[in-house]
């Protein structure tokens, strides 16, 4: 028994509550289930995923962040989801619209409780996630009563490994290009912002910005959009955006 983090309520806790959730780490599993990790020296072999005990109850593992989970697994790994490759602002974007199977309250809530539990965890992989206790917890209020908020409310910009041909004619992804790293704080000024990468993928979740910033999300209300980049186009990317905020530049065509 214990304080769920979520529900404030005293309840039986989950001896096991996965902050990143286990779908997303399919390509990194070998044989026997084992979880490869790459680390700087060397390759890390382990039976599990990042998860923490204790910090849960039952309802709000299951009712609540497993319902969202489940909806993100389908709409990331399933068949019915078909996204298109078009061109925004000169760059190659991979995009979803107009699709039933998209429902922006639910990926946007998935997206918010992926940096909030992130955030309330004690797992050393999380440390340097630690949000200011208004945003953790206006966070638990909109993933608590179901509310995803706008999307330029705690924004996220999600940007994919580079798309590479394949020798069959079709599109790919190296798996080498997709590791899962320790997440990332920048911050300057009134800028700041969380980088979590998992396989590959870069969730950039901006938590204040200045005004003046009219940021362009990858999420809206019947659109889902996701750039490609480079781990080096990245870390130019993100020093172009804050040198932009610090002169007072329009931004809002940074980012897709």
């Not at 309840?11 to 700087?40: A, D, E, Q, T, V």
């Not at 996630?129 to 924004?155: A, F, S, T, W």
Request: glycine share 6%.
């Amino acid at each position: 028994m214990g304080i769920c983090k979520l529900c404030l309520q005293k309840r039986k806790l989950c001896k096991k509550s996965h902050i990143i959730p286990k779908f997303h780490y399919k390509f990194l599993y070998g044989s026997n289930n084992k979880l490869i990790y790459l680390n700087f020296k060397k390759l890390q072999v382990r039976y599990n995923s990042e998860y923490e005990g204790n910090i849960l109850c039952q309802g709000c593992e299951g009712k609540i962040l497993g319902k969202l989970d489940c909806y993100a697994a389908e709409l990331i790994n399933g068949n019915k989801t078909v996204f298109h490759l078009k061109q925004i602002n000169g760059q190659k974007c991979l995009v979803l619209e107009n699709s039933s199977n998209y429902d922006y309250s639910k990926f946007k809530l998935f997206l918010l409780s992926l940096l909030w539990r992130t955030s309330i965890s004690s797992r050393p992989f999380f440390k340097t996630i630690k949000l200011q206790p208004q945003v953790e917890e206006d966070l638990r209020l909109m993933i608590l009563n179901n509310k995803p908020g706008k999307p330029r409310k705690y924004p996220c910009l999600i940007i994919l490994p580079p798309l590479v041909s394949t020798p069959n004619g079709g599109c790919g992804f190296i798996i080498f290009d997709m590791p899962t790293m320790s997440p990332r704080h920048e911050k300057k000024d009134e800028f700041e912002a969380y980088d979590l990468v998992i396989e590959g993928i870069h969730y950039i979740f901006i938590v204040s910005m200045p005004k003046i910033w009219n940021v362009a999300p990858s999420l809206e209300a019947n659109k889902l959009i996701m750039g490609f980049a480079s781990t080096r186009d990245q870390e130019k990317l993100l020093r172009e955006i804050m040198l932009m905020i610090k002169q007072n530049k329009d931004t809002s065509n940074v980012l897709i």
